[in-house]
T-cell receptor, first 113, second 112 residues
Framework: KAGVTQTPRYLIKTRGQQVTLSCSPI?????VSWYQQTPGQGLQFLFE???????NKGNFPGRFSGRQFSNSRSEMNVSTLELGDSALYLC????????????FGEGSRLTVL | GQQLNQSPQSMFIQEGEDVSMNCTSS?????WLWYKQDPGEGPVLLIA?????ELTSNGRLTAQFGITRKDSFLNISASIPSDVGIYFC????????????FGTGTSLTVIP
């Protein structure tokens, strides 16, 4: 069974640009959640989607948005990039989203210059 | 979001030694998950626990779901260099149950 796939793995952007990250969950999983990981802040919850609906949202500004498609694939977008957005963005999938096991992708490393 | 209290923050041990770390919360959990993360990679699920008092092993790793349901423990026996990494606990609180919370991580260094 294929794991969670995130693309791209690495990307470099400049301040003010926008970025879109993609996540394909494990087959059969309907929940996709996104996390931002930085050395100082640890894993910070961004949002969770289940069956194309955003169910939960963390405390991030509106520049961070996401969506989920009918095939459960998800994208997150960050607009007007700031230096502080440099981080490892992790996608995780699970069958239900709030119980059971959560499986992570390898992450997308974003560097903002 | 809320973070779980995980200790110790870091450990430096000799190869072959045993390791213990724990995770505590002020809330009751129905599930405890333990992950290992290598630098620049995503966390990998090591062990999942579903019942208070449950003791589960995965090779040299053993984890326990605390009987109060507010804590969990991870032990690594006979550590080897590839055990190096950051270990996280995680789980959804029983009462809210709408998202996963994560520990702050334990950084493990194994000295050959």
């Amino acid at each position: 069974k294929a794991g969670v796939t995130q693309t791209p793995r690495y990307l470099i952007k400049t301040r003010g640009q926008q970025v879109t990250l993609s996540c394909s969950p494990i087959s059969g999983h309907r929940s996709v959640s996104w996390y931002q990981q930085t050395p100082g802040q640890g894993l910070q919850f961004l949002f969770e989607y289940f069956s194309e609906t955003q169910r939960n949202k963390g405390n991030f500004p509106g520049r961070f948005s996401g969506r989920q498609f009918s095939n459960s694939r998800s994208e997150m977008n960050v607009s007007t990039l700031e230096l502080g957005d440099s981080a490892l963005y992790l996608c995780a999938s699970s069958f239900t989203g709030s119980t059971g096991e959560l499986f992570f992708g390898e992450g997308s490393r974003l560097t903002v210059l | 979001g809320q973070q779980l209290n995980q200790s110790p923050q870091s450990m430096f041990i000799q190869e072959g030694e045993d390791v213990s770390m724990n995770c505590t919360s002020s809330s009751i959990f129905n599930t405890w998950l333990w992950y290992k993360q290598d630098p620049g990679e995503g966390p990998v699920l090591l062990i999942a626990l579903y019942k208070a008092g449950e003791l589960t092993s995965n090779g040299r790793l053993t984890a326990q779901f605390g009987i109060t349901r507010k804590d969990s423990f991870l032990n690594i026996s006979a550590s080897i260099p590839s055990d190096v990494g950051i270990y996280f606990c995680a789980g959804p609180p029983a009462l809210t149950g709408n998202q996963f919370y994560f520990g702050t991580g334990t950084s493990l260094t194994v000295i050959p």
